[in-house]
């Protein structure tokens, strides 16, 4: 045994030898991947830039970094009823997702908002630059590029989605003066959504009240919402009233969400604990944005197919999404509640799904595999030549593994045949890096961060 050899290598210190000693990385940085990325956030920003944008640091000399401003300050609010090892993941992710507008609709298959940061920085993306989310679900990308600058464009088939990421856009710069009303006359607000949206099935009915005039004329006015596609050119009043009333229905629909899954606590009360955790979570982000004089960048938001992309060629300076994860998740099986109250028709909305046409695994996937075609060959299309287009995809050998007829480690992963597809159109991988999934329940072991490169000879 060599002892000295062995207190010398301990008496060493990681972070100390990859990083510059006034750049503190962030506490809580767990898994390898997040080093990784943290690694090349240090070689690819400045010192400005890392205060500004940076996603795995903390302090920059004597500077506290806005990622870290964010996600500190009091611990996020959670519905009382959570069961600790809800809030524990919460708290172990409060510097990954539990920050910003992120955690106002619990949806399945989101990104974790500190990698997405981390990854618009290596991709070199800067503020005043666009990026493309093609499958923007419920809009990681667009709220963080919002965050850092940076302007973004989001497109997904789901009009829920749609729904959902403009409501957490429009929730950074909102007033909040009338949801704060809605919370002194809850019973009225409820009352009026479970006859506008409909009852979460378990559960208690609030008492009957008259409804107050101030309240209820604002929810009245804007109750036909969905019809707006765009409501940016509305006055200040209105938008204000329309901003309310989607923060507020995002807030019923996500009750009504917990209510189906939960018996246990009243209907009421679980919209009242979800409000006041919307409430808290938009008047953090709304503070630091203020006192940090951060400017969000537009963001715009589109129900459109990503199949057939509506931008000109070469416009976009980076595209970071993530697929469907081919049949693992049935969105519009998740969704159903909320979509049934959009009045929207699931089997014309599935056909234009990917991952959900097809009537068997096998069918499923050929044509997964043709609509990924299209996908990558138009993010190639409106991609500017040397830019990077970034997929996020999970592994799902188990699945694949039916359709062959196969042993799990025999089939080709997702991964890999995404990287064949995207080859096809002139992208060309030069990053390939992989994280486990930690979420809270997930049939998917690992996740692969595909950086693909579009060739500068390509116009
Ligand atoms: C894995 S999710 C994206 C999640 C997202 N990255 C987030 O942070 O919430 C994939 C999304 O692709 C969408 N999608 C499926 N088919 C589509 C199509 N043809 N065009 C656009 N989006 C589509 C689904 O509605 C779903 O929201």
Do not use: W
């Not at 009233?241 to 996500?254: I, K």
């Amino acid at each position: 045994m060599n002892a000295e050899t062995v207190i010398q290598a301990l008496g060493r210190n990681l972070a100390e030898e990859l990083f510059p000693a006034e750049r503190q990385l962030i506490p809580n940085l767990n898994d390898i991947y997040e080093l990784e990325l943290a690694f090349y956030e240090n070689l690819i920003l400045s010192d400005e830039e890392m205060v500004r944008n940076g996603a795995f640091f903390a302090q920059v000399g004597d500077q506290y970094t806005h990622h870290f401003l964010m996600c500190t300050g009091e611990s996020l609010k959670l519905p009382g009823h959570s069961a600790s090892r809800l809030k524990s993941f919460f708290e172990k992710n409060i510097f990954r997702t539990g920050y910003a507008t992120h955690g106002l609709f619990p949806y399945r298959g989101k990104f974790h908002p500190q990698m997405i940061k981390g990854l618009m920085n290596v991709m070199g993306l800067k503020p005043g630059d666009t990026v493309l989310d093609p499958m923007m679900g419920s809009g990681t990308v667009l709220v963080e590029a919002s965050l850092m600058g940076i302007r973004s464009i989001g497109l997904d088939a789901s009009p829920f989605c749609r729904f959902m990421t403009q409501t957490k856009i429009d929730a950074l710069t909102m007033s909040l003066t009338r949801a704060r009303d809605a919370l002194v006359h809850l019973e009225e607000v409820f009352s009026y959504f479970q006859k506008k949206v409909g009852q979460p099935l378990p559960g208690s009915k609030p008492s009957k009240r008259h409804m107050t005039e101030n309240v209820m004329s604002v929810m009245e006015a804007t109750a036909e919402y969905i019809a707006q596609q765009d409501h940016r050119s509305l006055k200040k009043k209105d938008r204000d009233t329309v901003n309310t009333y989607h923060l507020l229905l995002l807030a019923y629909l996500d009750s009504a969400g917990y209510a189906e899954r939960s018996a246990r606590k009243k209907p009421l009360d679980l919209f009242r604990a979800i409000l006041e955790r919307y409430l808290f979570v938009v008047e953090k982000i709304q503070k630091v944005i203020s006192e940090m004089e951060i400017e969000p960048a537009q963001a715009e938001v589109r129900e459109a197919d990503a199949r057939s992309i509506f931008l000109a060629d070469n416009s976009i300076d980076g595209i970071l999404f993530s697929p469907p994860y081919s049949f693992a998740i049935d969105y519009l099986d998740n969704d159903s509640f909320h979509l049934n109250f959009m009045g929207i028709d699931s089997n014309a909305l599935r056909e234009r799904m990917i991952g959900l046409r097809g009537r068997n695994l096998s069918e499923k996937y050929e044509y997964y595999k043709e609509d990924m075609g299209k996908v990558l060959s138009e993010c190639a299309r409106v991609l500017r030549p040397g830019c990077f287009c970034t997929i996020i995809v999970g592994t799902n050998s188990n699945q694949l593994s039916k359709v062959f007829g196969v042993s799990p480690d025999q089939v080709q992963g997702l991964h890999e045949i995404l990287i064949d597809i995207g080859e096809r159109f002139g992208l060309t991988p030069i990053k390939r890096m992989s994280r486990p999934i930690t979420g809270i329940s997930n049939i998917m072991r690992r996740e692969y961060i595909l950086i693909l490169q579009k060739g500068t000879d390509l116009h």
